[in-house]
């Protein structure tokens, strides 16, 4: 509670009621968890998987920590700002060299201090590599290394906390999905909470079969979970890939329901979902509950 008063985290997120006459023809109701009113920063589920581990920073009295992603991360960029504001030194390894063309996402990494190291893709392909990780270790003695989107077994227990913090129980839940520890939070959550309740992941790149074992090897052991499954229709070429007809989509959102997407994550997800809803994948009188799990780095 301390840090989410120090951070100002707004807890829990609203539940907004979707209106519209596509969902009225199905006899529909569609809620949409708006994660990405947590914070103006630290938006969405980056909070929810960054929370215990920042928690555990502090109490242990961290002052380094480091974590990777790249040019327009959600993930480093809640990160560096949490970071920053708790007077923790932090190190911010970046696939690509932006040196030369900063993005919005870096230039504010940079206002905070990061260190930003710039990393070939073949050196940030080692990423999970237990090697490369010790050689890190090394070179920064006594500093914490949170894997890429924050996605480790502490992040399942912030995720778990969506499922507390709600106020009726739903038939389905849709969430996107890229490095898998939001999904397999809401999984495990559901599970032991509202066992009949079906989670969706929306993948947001081109990953069938590697989502769905990256997802089951956050998982509890020993705990079956057969609540779950990840639709690939609909990541548009690729993760940070769109097409116009994604972007007049996530334009058309925010003028009809005044809520910003974006279409890297929260614009497919959405765009997902009302496809879905159009072609009856959900049976009729369903309450579904999309998870907006913020972060609007892509769309600047």
């Not at 209106?19 to 009225?24: N, R, S």
């Not at 009295?61 to 040019?71: A, L, P, T």
């Not at 609540?227 to 609909?234: A, G, K, L, S």
């Amino acid at each position: 509670m301390f840090l989410s008063n120090q951070l100002n985290i707004n807890t829990p997120s609203p539940e907004h009621s979707l209106k519209a006459a596509w969902l009225e023809k199905k006899a529909l109701t569609l809620t949409l968890k708006r994660d990405d009113l947590i914070h103006p920063v630290i938006s969405g589920n980056k909070w929810r998987k960054l929370i215990y581990a920042l928690k555990d920073a502090k109490q242990n009295q961290v002052q380094h920590i480091i974590s990777f992603g790249g040019g327009f991360s959600n993930h480093l960029h809640a990160l560096g700002y949490s970071c920053h504001q708790l007077n923790i030194k932090f190190t911010a390894i970046v696939r690509g060299d932006y040196s030369l063309n900063l993005s919005p996402m870096l230039n504010d990494l940079l206002n905070w201090q990061t260190d930003v190291k710039y990393v070939s893709r073949i050196t940030y392909k080692k990423r999970g590599d237990p090697t490369y990780l010790q050689q890190l270790k090394e070179e920064y003695p006594k500093s914490l290394i949170i894997p890429e989107g924050g996605s480790q077994l502490q992040a399942l227990k912030g995720v778990a906390e969506i499922i507390t913090e709600l106020q009726q129980n739903y038939d389905y839940i849709v969430a996107p999905v890229a490095s898998g520890g939001t999904l397999a939070g809401l999984i495990a959550s559901a599970a032991a909470i509202t066992p009949k309740t079906q989670v969706i992941g929306v993948g947001v790149l081109k990953g069938k079969g590697y989502l769905e074992e990256l997802v089951s090897s956050f998982l509890p052991s020993g705990v079956v979970c057969n609540n779950w499954q990840i639709n690939h229709d609909y990541h548009f070429g690729g993760y940070g890939k769109t097409t116009p007809e994604l972007n007049t989509f996530c334009n058309d959102f925010l003028s009809h329901h005044n809520i910003p997407v974006e279409p890297v994550y929260s614009g497919k997800l959405c765009f997902a979902v009302k496809d879905l809803i159009h072609n009856d994948y959900f049976p009729k009188s369903s309450k579904i509950l999309a998870l907006h799990t913020g972060g609007l780095q892509g769309a600047r």
